[in-house]
Each structure stands twice: as structure tokens, then as C-alpha cells.
């Protein structure tokens, strides 16, 4: 049996008013957990998460994105991270995401928890916030443009998670054992231009495609100088015969 938070919450269309003048947040404490793991053999086996998209590390924009959080926790091996995220490491190292999933839960203590990848370099606090309004069920998990499910982009129910990796032995596949779960899908309205906040870096190309989008535009040539006016006298005259 799942139990439900004992937090309370409101529904986001009617919030609390402020309590003595300051603001409530009517949604429950979370714990940020991110999976920062993988050997990223695409990318030559370098770390993906410390990879630099726009002047910081891919997992310094995750964790940017749950500064909010009551305790953020990173599964993967050692790396660098701010002194107030717990890190952990899978058993066995590399085991999968659902090893990692697993270790990392012992470190959540609140009822709801963030499940992230450790490379979206676009993801953003408003968009947490959006998946925590949304978590009516077991999760609210973020759906792509080309709407597959974004196990590594939602908000779910600690326990709920737990009891789904419970029964899981060896390799398995997210989908495979948190599908069966009551999840609320979403997918956010990306603007013109903006890229989207599931993008994330598995290859050479995605990374370079991440750089771009926030590299710096060139600024435009500047106009070539004016021509000079033409000349009232002239240059030479032909004598008549």
C-alpha cells in the first residue's frame, strides 16, 4: 500500500494567503534527487554532468533549478558539487538507473522527491514548480515534443518510488518499472527559439547544439562607410576642334 503525504497542500488555482505578511508556500518540502552517473562512451567517456554548457557544469544548472529544495542529492561518482548536496554511489558503480534510483532514495526524507538527469542544462525552478502543482497522483513527469515520457524530469511520491524498485534485480528500465504508476503527464510550452528544457547531451551533436543556443550572437557588421558625393567640378575637359 502507498501512503500520501501528510503534508498538506491546496490546489494551485486557490493558494493560501500570506501568513502575517509572508509568503506560504502551500506545496510540501521536496528533495532533489539527480542522477549524475553514466560513463558517456559518446562522449568519450568523459563525465557528462561536469560538461560546460553557456559558462557553468550541466550539474551546476540542475542544482541551480532546486536551490529551493530541502536537501539535494547526487548519485554518481565523485564529483564536484556544492557542500550541501549529499552525494552517493550506486552499488554496484554503474549499475544502472535503477541502482542509483534505489541508493538514492535512502537519503530523501521528505514525502515528495524530484528525480532528475544530472545533464539538462536548460531545465529551470519554474518548471520544478510546475511538475510539484501537477503531483496529484504517484508523479508528474515532463513529456518531450515527441511525447515520450521524461523519466528524469518529474516530481513523484517517495514512496511510490520505493515501493516501485523494490521488486527491481539487476539492469532494468525506468519505464519499465515506474510506467505502472499513476503519473500526471506534462509538457511545457517552450518559446520561439528557447530550447526546450528536456533537452539534454547524450552525443557530440547535442552538446554543440546546447553550446549554441546560448552562445553569444555576433553583432552585425557594421555598415560599410558612405561613398563620397560626387564632385561639382570637372575632372577634365575635352577642347573643342
Known amino acids: ?77 565523485p564529483q564536484p558539487a556544492p557542500p550541501d548536496v549529499v552525494l552517493v554511489r550506486e552499488h554496484p558503480p554503474g549499475g544502472g538507473p535503477v541502482a542509483a534510483l534505489r541508493a538514492g532514495l535512502v537519503e530523501v526524507p521528505t514525502d515528495v522527491v524530484a528525480l532528475l538527469a ?40 517517495t514512496a511510490s518510488l520505493r515501493a516501485a524498485v523494490e521488486d527491481a534485480h539487476g539492469p532494468t528500465p525506468l519505464r519499465r518499472v515506474m510506467g505502472p504508476l499513476d503519473i500526471v503527464r506534462y509538457r511545457p510550452v517552450v518559446g520561439p527559439g528557447a530550447p526546450p528544457p528536456w533537452t539534454d547531451c547524450d552525443t557530440p551533436a547535442d552538446l554543440a547544439r546546447a553550446r549554441a543556443a546560448v552562445a553569444s550572437p555576433r553583432p552585425p557588421a557594421p555598415p560599410p562607410p558612405p561613398l563620397p558625393p560626387p564632385s561639382l567640378i570637372p575632372r577634365f575637359q575635352q577642347p573643342e576642334d
Open 118 to 157: 544530472g545533464d539538462l542544462p536548460f531545465l529551470t525552478a519554474e518548471l520544478i514548480r510546475d511538475l510539484r502543482e501537477r503531483l496529484t497522483g504517484d508523479g508528474a513527469l515532463v513529456v518531450d515534443d515527441t511525447g515520450r515520457d521524461q523519466y528524469l524530469l518529474g516530481v513523484w511520491r
Open 1 to 77: 500500500m502507498v501512503t500520501r503525504p501528510t503534508t498538506w497542500t491546496v490546489p494551485t488555482s486557490r493558494r493560501a494567503p500570506p501568513l502575517y505578511g509572508g509568503a506560504v508556500d502551500p506545496l510540501p518540502p521536496y528533495t532533489a534527487l539527480v542522477l549524475a552517473g553514466g560513463r558517456a562512451a559518446r562522449l568519450g567517456g568523459q563525465a557528462k554532468p561536469q560538461l560546460e554548457v553557456g559558462g557553468r557544469t550541466m550539474l551546476a544548472a540542475v542544482l541551480a533549478a532546486v536551490a529551493d529544495a530541502s536537501r539535494r542529492v547526487v548519485v554518481g561518482p
